[in-house]
C-alpha cells in the first residue's frame, strides 16, 4: 500500500555491510548513463509519491534500485549481466525469498522505450 512501510526480516549484518558500504557509495557516485536517466525519475518521490533508494545493500547484494514501502527492487541490466546469469538467479532466488518483486530493465529498453519502463513499475507500486 502506498505511504505504508512493511516490516522486512533481513538485515544486512553489520560486518558484512562494512565491507559494502565502499562499494555501494561508489555506485552511487558513479553510476551508468542508464541508471543516471533512471534515477532522474525515480529520485525525490517522483513516480507515484514513492521513496527510492539506490545502490542499496539487501543482505549481501547491492540492488541498483529499491523502495521499500513496495518491497520493489529494480535491476538494470548492462553487458556484465550477459557474463553473470548464475549469480544474477542466486540473487534473484534470494530477492525472491524475501517477499521482494524484481524487475529488470536492460540498457537497451531505459534508452530506447523509458516510457513503458516508467508505467511497468507504475504499475507494480499501484
Known amino acids: ?49 514513492f521513496k527510492f533508494r539506490r545502490q542499496h545493500s539487501i543482505d549481501r547484494f547491492i540492488v541498483d534500485f529499491y523502495c521499500p ?8 541490466d548492462g553487458a556484465i549481466h550477459d557474463y553473470t546469469p548464475q549469480e544474477d538467479a542466486i540473487r534473484q532466488e534470494f530477492l525472491s525469498g524475501q517477499d521482494m518483486k524484481v524487475l529488470r530493465f536492460s540498457n537497451e529498453v531505459i534508452n530506447h522505450d523509458l516510457n513503458s519502463v516508467l508505467q511497468k513499475i507504475s504499475d507494480c507500486l499501484r
Open 1 to 49: 500500500m502506498r505511504g505504508e512501510v512493511r516490516i522486512s526480516s533481513w538485515r544486512t549484518p553489520p560486518l558484512l555491510w562494512e565491507k559494502l558500504k565502499p562499494l555501494a557509495r561508489q555506485m552511487r557516485h558513479q553510476p551508468t548513463p542508464e541508471e543516471e536517466k533512471l534515477w532522474g525519475h525515480l529520485r525525490n518521490r517522483q513516480l507515484l509519491g
Open 69 to 76: 514501502a513496495a518491497h520493489l527492487v529494480i535491476e538494470v
